[in-house]
């Protein structure tokens, strides 16, 4: 008979598996069609090997193309995944590689997931697939509302350590003061949330460097894990957390600092000030953690809604917002354009930008890069959510495109992303892009629109819908001129200054092409 062994404190950690939480949208976007499945061992081989098929996973062993099908992939998904063991309540095999996927996203109440048991969405979860809310809004209701001791961690640590955290860096704000890194992950150890005791732990012990915080945990926790994973891996996962939450901004000084987000002050006060608890029973059963971490949604979608509204700004002010950035940092063009190339190998030309996640940090250069060739000839929006000093932190909203530029003359939207996956890439950054061209009513009067569509690599198919759009838009009376863009042929049309006759050649050529096959 197994028996569950008794909780003892830890370091607060969430799944490892997926370090960046914007994956999780596109989880959710995938799994929802799966809503009230019972998680049996056939259900779970659909959908592990659906995950694979949409390549939201991946293996070296698993060749996904063109002919791939749920059906012809699932033996190979079985061996892939033979040696997990069971997890979390799964059975091994694939059935705990499901659970790898769905830990967090169970813990942060977003999802249900129990073995032979229906599968089941939150609210809030519905709201973000439908794009009611984004991203940092459902992840900064999703910490407030979050239990550290709960159905999925055999833990003593009974807290919310996201409210710990803050109200510590709160309090170090008002003696300007910010917390280290190493300090944070001292935090991660915390058994209770007595904030003054941490406080005065940090004053009386110095740590300058990973090592002696490390040593300092072994002693005072008795700790067994590996550095690597005490001191970077936990960390990591929680800090991205947060600032996809919008709590915190990451400053390098002469070592790297974490600090309240001041463009969020308001709104992360507010959210503290409400008296949300769970009950023992709520925190040993899964079904009770659900149901009461989906309650409230109604008041917490109020307070978002509030705040979305003080959050607003003119054009003047975001464009004001790039130009201090470019002279705060020293950005010149070859720092921008060698920022870009830097994405791809994982490190940063400056510091500061370093813990901005990859997609953004896209959308964050090409705003630059904008600024710096064109100046002042336009005003400048890029739409991603921005800390105090301008450092971006999460993605648009749904309603709104990724960088739009506006002059009395034109309006050009700009839409970026990182996605490679053809399926990926049709399904997510198409028909979505096209909306946020025609819904800003702002300028539904500009006669001149333009669109550039930028990725790592094009896709037939997304050119295709694109040039679709195109033909589609002269025939609905309106004029577009449009093209999709590898990522350093946009930058090099960009770096020559020749964006708009660039799109206007490219737009002409689909129009001829498409009357000459017409006409044949």
Not at 67 to 89: F, L, P, Q, Y
Request: with cysteine.
């Amino acid at each position: 008979m197994w028996v569950k062994r008794k909780p003892t404190y830890k370091q607060m950690a969430f799944e490892t598996a997926v370090r960046n939480p914007e994956r999780y949208l596109n989880f959710l976007l995938e799994l929802k069609k799966f809503e009230w499945l019972i998680l049996n061992d056939e259900n779970l081989l659909n959908i592990v090997s659906h995950l694979y098929l949409s390549q939201l996973v991946s293996s070296d062993e698993i060749e996904i193309n063109e002919n791939s099908t749920v059906d012809n992939i699932k033996s190979k998904v079985e061996d892939v995944n033979s040696t997990r063991r069971a997890d979390g309540g799964f059975p091994k095999w694939y059935c705990s590689r499901f659970w790898t996927y769905m830990r967090t996203l169970s813990e942060l109440w977003l999802v249900y997931a129990r073995y032979w048991e229906e599968f089941k969405l939150s609210e809030i979860s519905k709201k973000l697939i439908n794009w009611e809310i984004d991203e940092q809004e459902a992840y900064s209701i999703q910490a407030v509302k979050y239990n550290r001791k709960s159905p999925y961690r055999n833990v003593s640590n009974d807290f919310n350590f996201f409210t710990f955290i803050l109200k510590i860096l709160l309090k170090l704000k008002t003696k300007w003061s910010s917390l280290s890194y190493e300090q944070f992950i001292l935090a991660m150890f915390s058994k209770d949330w007595n904030i003054d005791d941490f406080l005065v732990t940090i004053e009386n012990n110095k740590f300058n460097d990973y090592e002696s915080v490390y040593n300092f945990v072994k002693n005072n926790y008795w700790v067994n894990n590996k550095e690597q994973t005490v001191i970077h891996d936990y960390p990591d996962v929680v800090r991205r957390v947060f600032i996809i939450s919008g709590f915190i901004t990451i400053r390098y000084a002469w070592k790297k600092l974490i600090q309240i987000n001041e463009s969020k002050l308001d709104y992360i006060n507010e959210l503290l000030n409400i008296d949300f608890s769970l009950n023992d029973e709520e925190k040993e059963n899964a079904k009770k953690y659900f149901d009461k971490l989906n309650s409230n949604n109604d008041f917490f979608i109020e307070i978002i809604k509030k705040y979305r509204e003080k959050d607003k700004l003119n054009w003047q002010i975001y464009t004001n917002k790039i130009f201090d950035i470019i002279k705060n940092y020293n950005i010149d063009e070859k720092i921008i354009v060698e920022s870009i190339e830097k994405i791809w190998t994982k490190t940063s030309v400056i510091e500061e930008f370093k813990e901005i996640p990859d997609p953004l940090k896209l959308e964050f250069f090409i705003s630059i890069l904008i600024a710096l060739k064109y100046w002042k000839e336009f005003y400048i929006r890029p739409n991603y959510k921005a800390d105090h000093i301008w450092k971006p932190y999460s993605h648009a909203p749904w309603n709104a495109g990724d960088i739009e530029i506006y002059s009395s003359k034109i309006y050009w939207l700009i839409e970026v992303t990182l996605i490679r996956n053809k399926t990926q890439q049709l399904n997510f950054e198409t028909t979505s892009v096209i909306r946020h061209l025609h819904s800003n009513e702002e300028f539904k009067n500009h006669l001149l629109k333009y669109l550039s569509f930028i990725a790592p690599i094009i896709h037939d198919d997304t050119k295709e819908y694109y040039e679709y759009s195109t033909i589609k838009s002269q025939k609905d009376w309106y004029k577009v001129n449009l093209k999709p863009y590898s990522v350093w042929d946009f930058i090099e049309i960009t770096l020559k200054k020749e964006n708009f006759i660039d799109m206007e050649s490219y737009t002409e050529n689909v129009k001829n092409e498409f009357k000459n096959n017409f006409s044949l």
